[in-house]
């Protein structure tokens, strides 16, 4: 399983200079015609949400972590939670 960032986490992505901000973990979305899921949805910081623009990257896509986002014991639950899905999971894991 990946270890995954907690929401809210603001990265840099590999080769870019914009901040990327962490809305979404495991998000499934239609990838040429292929259902795959990533590990992560986010949106250019600090714009935000853009419906037409939502950025989708997995963990080895991060080269950098600026600021890391709230952990608690329900972050714990959920990492646990995810890995079960993961594990079930019937799509594959885009590459990007």
Known sequence: MT???P?????????STTKV???GRGPEFNLDGEEVYSDYA???YP???????SIFFNQENIEK????????????????????WENEL???KAKM
């Open 3 to 5: 270890k995954l960032l």
């Open 7 to 15: 929401l809210g986490t603001i990265v840099y992505l590999q080769d």
């Open 21 to 23: 901000m962490i809305i």
């Open 42 to 44: 986010g949106v250019v």
């Open 47 to 53: 714009e935000g949400i853009n419906p037409e623009d």
């Open 65 to 84: 972590v600026v600021f890391e986002g709230f952990k608690d014991e329900e972050e714990d639950e959920y990492l646990t939670e995810y890995k079960e």
């Open 90 to 92: 019937t799509v594959k």
